[in-house]
């Protein structure tokens, strides 16, 4: 199984702040990973796909970068709706396997 | 609309046998696989298999394999979630998802439903 390890587990953070969320395979996954975002009683939603490309519908203060097995989400300034619980997953091989998922909380 | 509609909420017993639903909408059902992801309390998503509704072809995760059963009625575009005995640990929230099929382990997932609540409890 691919291994998705995601850092930090919380992260806390003010308004306006720029949030950066990595996540590492352990092997390659060849770009085929996706962000979702989950707030308490919802249903996870679709932030970025195949690494870099941004959904439509979601503000583009949201995007992803790789560099070899190293995945990064980047909120350029956190906004109110952005508290949340943020995921990764690789789509590359089965089982599909997600990150343990990133808290991001207000200071 | 793209929708996938969940059914309700279930309190089941140690051993009782359930069946949850997920109905699609607002999209051609066979063009696109469905896979559930379970999220225990308070805990992360867990990928649990996924169908492919146009040929009844499932894949599971080694986790729930032999323990769950996906399939789906394509002539009322719905994917469901089966166990014949329930363990206490099989309480959840369960989610469906839909993605584009066309590649091995198909792409990424853009429309979830909007979960079930399974308790198992004596």
């Known amino acids: 199984d691919i291994q998705m390890t995601q850092s930090p587990s919380t992260l806390s953070a003010s308004v306006g702040d720029r949030v950066t969320i990595t996540c590492r395979a352990s092997q390659n996954i060849n770009s085929w990973l996706a962000w979702y975002q989950q707030k308490p009683g919802n249903a996870p939603k679709l932030l970025i796909y195949k690494a870099s490309s941004l959904e439509s519908g979601v503000p583009s203060r949201f995007s992803g970068s790789e560099s070899g097995t190293e995945f990064t989400l980047t909120i350029s300034s956190l906004q109110p709706p952005d508290f949340a619980t943020y995921y990764c997953?690789?789509?590359?091989?089965?089982?599909?396997?997600f990150g343990g998922g990133t808290k991001v909380e207000i200071k | 609309e793209v929708q996938l509609v969940q059914s309700g909420a279930e309190v089941k017993k140690p051993g009782e046998s359930l069946r949850i639903s997920c109905k699609g909408s607002?999209?051609?059902?066979?063009?696109?696989?469905i896979s559930w992801v379970r999220q225990m309390p308070g805990k992360g998503l867990e990928w649990m298999g996924r169908i492919d509704p146009s040929e009844s072809k499932t894949k599971y995760s080694p986790s729930f394999e032999g323990h769950v059963t996906i399939s789906a009625d394509r002539s009322i575009s719905t994917a469901y979630l089966q166990w014949s005995s329930l363990e206490a640990s099989d309480t959840a929230m369960y989610f469906c998802?839909?993605?584009?099929?066309?590649?091995?382990?198909?792409?990424?997932?853009?429309?979830w439903g909007l979960g079930s609540l399974v308790t198992v409890s004596s």
């Open positions: 607002g999209y051609s059902f066979t063009n696109y696989w």
């Open positions: 998802a839909r993605s584009l099929g066309g590649v091995l382990t198909g792409y990424h997932f853009d429309y």
């Open positions: 997953q690789q789509y590359n091989s089965y089982p599909l396997t």
